[in-house]
């Protein structure tokens, strides 16, 4: 038998967060920036799945912008680094959704 091939893609998602109780962001922070890699059939589901995941994990997303699949992004032109591509594959590989880097927001006063 042959492995079924998967409608899985990756997306490349950029979600903001605001402040919620025991979110693990620095004390002085109003919120964060999370790149993700999300697996799902459409964008919309691994909006959806990100979402969830992060809601769990006691974040408070407040806005999601996508960037679509590898694909995508390499006909665009962008410049994806092998470790990059290396989440990539294994968001889609363990179905899942992986936050690759969090870059907290302070307000300057």
Same mark, same amino acid.
């Given at each position: 038998?042959? !492995? !079924?091939? *998967?409608?899985? !893609?990756?997306?490349?998602? %950029?979600?903001? +967060? =605001?402040?919620? &109780? #025991?979110? =693990?962001?620095?004390?002085? $922070?109003?919120? $964060? $920036? %999370?790149?993700? /890699? @999300? *697996? #799902?059939?459409?964008? @919309?589901? &691994?909006?959806?799945?990100?979402?969830a995941i992060l809601k769990q $994990?006691?974040? @408070?997303?407040?806005? +999601? *912008?996508? /960037?679509?699949? %590898?694909?995508?992004?390499? &006909?665009? =032109?962008?410049?994806? &680094?092998?470790?990059?591509? @290396?989440?990539?594959?294994?968001?889609?590989?363990?179905? *899942? +959704?992986? +936050?690759?880097?969090?870059?907290?927001?302070?307000? !300057?006063?």
């Amino acid at each position: 038998m042959t !492995k !079924k091939e *998967s409608r899985q !893609k990756v997306f490349t998602l %950029l979600v903001e +967060v =605001g402040r919620n &109780a #025991g979110d =693990g962001l620095p004390a002085e $922070a109003t919120g $964060a $920036a %999370l790149m993700c /890699y @999300a *697996s #799902g059939i459409d964008e @919309a589901e &691994a909006v959806r799945e990100t979402v969830a995941i992060l809601k769990q $994990a006691d974040l @408070a997303p407040l806005d +999601v *912008s996508g /960037y679509g699949t %590898l694909e995508e992004r390499l &006909a665009e =032109g962008h410049d994806i &680094a092998d470790d990059e591509k @290396a989440l990539m594959a294994r968001a889609l590989e363990e179905n *899942s +959704v992986i +936050v690759a880097q969090m870059t907290p927001f302070f307000d !300057k006063v």
